[in-house]
């Protein structure tokens, strides 16, 4: 009898050809399905329906998928609109971010500690220093008030991904607070209701607020700290 032909192995056809946008899309849907630790190549190449090593032709490794995955999570800040006021650009940029984190918050909370200092990444930045320094921070100053700017955006964003250490907005977070003893807490156990009105949203603006509303002459620091040292002064102190 002739002898029956050997069984085939039938593989999942990418729905479409490969690509590294198609790529970027499935690994960030992976990862807001099924959390920060979900990504390896081997389970992303299986939702693309090809073997792992079919990314490697687009990627080098992990390592450069994460830095295209954080280029692609900050791509709204490409379209901001920073205007001539550096405080209302901090606080465009800084409210971009956090909105970033609140759409993908799986995929910020994976990336969210990483420096996303690629070209395509700091481009926004950049705008954002023009502005500043526009406005007459030096170079120096204007990178400073960014970078506590996007600390404190990053850092709450990422707390409330992962969960406030005080929250009175749930009824989870007033239940643990109300377990507090008011004597040894009677704000935070006493008064929860009075807690709670602060949401997600009013606290950072009021955060960040008072962070911006600080930033009276950043340059002012520069110059102290120039003179201590016995440096040159900054180029915005010297006559003429």
């Not at 593989?11 to 946008?21: I, V």
């Not at 377990?179 to 009677?186: I, V």
């Amino acid at each position: 009898m002739p002898r029956a032909p050997a069984p085939t192995t039938r593989r999942h056809k990418p729905r479409r050809p490969l690509n590294r946008g198609l790529i970027l899309d499935r690994a960030v849907a992976l990862i807001e399905d099924a959390g920060p630790d979900a990504l390896s190549m081997r389970r992303l190449g299986s939702s693309l329906g090809v073997e792992a090593m079919a990314i490697y032709h687009h990627f080098a490794g992990r390592g450069e998928l994460l830095s295209a995955i954080g280029d692609r999570l900050l791509e709204p800040l490409h379209d901001l609109e920073f205007g001539d006021d550096w405080r209302e650009a901090c606080r465009r940029f800084a409210i971009a971010l956090r909105d970033v984190a609140v759409a993908q918050p799986a995929t910020f909370q994976l990336l969210g500690l990483q420096p996303l200092d690629t070209p395509r990444s700091l481009g926004p930045v950049e705008r954002l220093l023009q502005v500043l320094v526009a406005d007459g921070f030096t170079p120096a100053a204007a990178l400073a008030v960014y970078r506590a700017t996007v600390s404190y955006a990053r850092g709450y964003a990422l707390a409330e991904a992962t969960g406030f250490t005080v929250d009175a907005s749930t009824p989870d977070g007033r239940r643990r607070l109300a377990g507090l003893p008011r004597r040894d807490f009677p704000i935070l156990a006493g008064r929860a209701r009075e807690l709670a009105a602060l949401d997600a949203d009013a606290s950072f603006e009021l955060g960040l607020q008072a962070l911006l509303g600080g930033f009276a002459d950043p340059n002012a620091a520069e110059r102290a700290r120039g003179t201590r040292r016995g440096n040159v002064p900054l180029p915005s102190d010297r006559p003429g």
